[in-house]
């Protein structure tokens, strides 16, 4: 096995081409479909053993992470969040009640984001598993953002913080002998446990002259990857304008590994996106309006392939999280 | 645990009650958005060691099930069939080959119905199980049907035959000692491995006048149950009149078991609708141009309840073939 990357595009591969229906087809975060309004598509699975482990997440932790991941696609779109439907496995350790809960937590989690859940599928499985799609419209006044449009001269911009899910990870896994203020470890542990998709952000960036755009599920590297490959463009990404969370250093040990986490942690659910230089100033505005920040940490050159610059001027492999690799 | 059906029950009574964008909520066989077109949307969930093993299965067999499974909750609203998307989880005893040969059948299965595959997620798993999301719309001319919609007096009309899926995994089960013309086995094999959605016939069906309409994925007597409790009404189904498959009353050993087999087998994928008698033959004709046949099984009147008439008089339970049960 060669990793989920290269597995999915090769499956992708296979897919005949978009028919009239579909302005934006297979390999996107989300797929779109002409109409009025257009729709937005994304499926997302969340599978116990690879995606989490039960402790330490809770039921209502799983609910939560797997809306937020499914929403966080539509994010990258700048699309509004419509609908959620749920197909969920059910181990045999679970019972009706917790089946309830699990199913009222997403109802809670989705109507937290503006999205209703609308729909399910429940059946017994090996493993607690939830498959996700999530449904979202064009909002009227912002056009919705490919991962296709990056140009030659753009700004990379990114929202918010990198490395938080990672470290938090980290925390929650064992005990470690880390030296944090309690209010900093538990934001480390909920970044990870409650991660938010920046909805609002990718509006603001889809309205603000955003050409191309990504959420971070993957990690940086492999996302920065996966948005150069779709627009046929380089990018360089200087990992020392990359704002970490606080406590990722601390998590990691020293400096390297801290940007190591950032660049290759995935389930940070920031977005990644590239505009105009002359926008910049702009979509920070808007984005800052919406709650989050922006910090530009690259830029977009004609060519192929991504360098992630470490501040010493060295390079770091660019590569993402993979969950074909077996783990934990 | 009690059972599916009661626990989707409850967990669809936490659902909130659908805003403005749905024009039919979560409950029916699909969920309906408004839009032009509208969009009919369902999820289905299929897992290894619950809704089939490898073998007899075959991943391409797998593939085609799934998608008709996913299907014919559409071809239950009358719907025409437009995208699927694919969560799919692989075992590790599957290679990439095996995924890319899974993705194939997917695509071919979906084209071979109409709709374009067009996304979808992958991820290791611990068995291998396929989420799909079917999206229809609202064909021009028809109305889409729910379950609800069923009157007092109306005709309980069924396509095609019943039992032949049942019988089929009996079958394929087992080396059976049942006397069969080879084709007459074959055909009930494949009743159960490649069974078809009748998209056709429902949007037939919706055109010609059905009130209410529902897919026979749980068996005829919980699927039954379902459209009678959405629609408030009483339905009663002479079991006399439920054409069966060829070879199956040799299969289930006696007319009664075969009865049963056709009472309670679900995946047969036929559909069961309610129209006004006087739309009956015109129904009929719409049904049988598109390739099946309709059969008067039954009528509606008020109240509650199904009763499921046997031929000697008696009645029969009715319930669903339930997947959150402990099976094989």
Redesign the interface.
Known sequence: ??G?F???E???D???P??P??RI??GDD??V?E???A?V?????L?E???FELPPFELEDVARKAVAAALSDLAAMGAEP??L??????P?HL??ED??RL??AL?DAA?GHGA????????????L?L?I?A?GVEPSGAPLVSRAGARAGDAVVLTGELGGAAAGLELLGEARNVELEPPVADALRSRQLDPRPRLEAGRALAGSGARAMIDLSDGLGGDALHLSAASGVALTIEMGSVPLQAGVEEVAGDERRAIELAASGGEDLELLATLPEEKLADATAAVEASGSALTRIGEVQSGSGVTLRLPDGGALQPRGYD??R?EG
């Not at 399910?120 to 499985?125: C, F, P």
């Open positions: 096995v060669d989920e290269e597995l999915i090769r499956l992708i296979r897919l005949p978009p028919g229906r579909l087809g297979p989300a797929t479909t109409g009025d309004p729709a598509i994304s499926v997302d699975g599978i053993g690879i995606h419509a609908e439907y749920v197909i969920a496995g059910l045999e019972s009706v089946g309830e199913f009222g109802a109507s209703a859940l609308a729909g399910g599928d429940v059946t017994r499985a090996p493993a598993l498959g799609t449904v969950h074909l077996s």
